[in-house]
């Protein structure tokens, strides 16, 4: 599994497994995310408190953008799925 980003107590990876894992330490506030292709459609979003996995194997092969926030966005981040 590779480490994508770390900040403000959230971790984002990109498994070998086609999806994503957002996990989140230190506070139980619940959070949204959003997923936004290269055009700027939103092709996935949900809720998640602690710890989530975002399927991508149906994803088309491409530069993605995901959103997290609670009311405000917190983090967004670019990746690719290949």
């Known amino acids: 599994m590779k480490r994508m ?32 292709n290269a055009f700027g459609q939103v ?12 399927q991508t194997s149906l994803f088309a092969p491409g530069t993605y953008f995901i959103k997290i926030g609670n009311g405000k966005i917190i983090a967004i981040k670019k990746f690719i799925k290949e």
Do not use: C, H, P
């Not at 990109?14 to 959070?31: F, N």
């Open 5 to 36: 980003e770390k900040k403000n107590g959230k971790k984002i990876q990109k498994s070998a497994l086609d999806e994503l894992i957002i996990e989140r330490t230190g506070d139980d506030e619940m959070l949204t995310y959003e997923i936004v």
């Open 43 to 54: 092709i996935g979003q949900g809720n998640f408190n602690g710890k989530t996995r975002i």
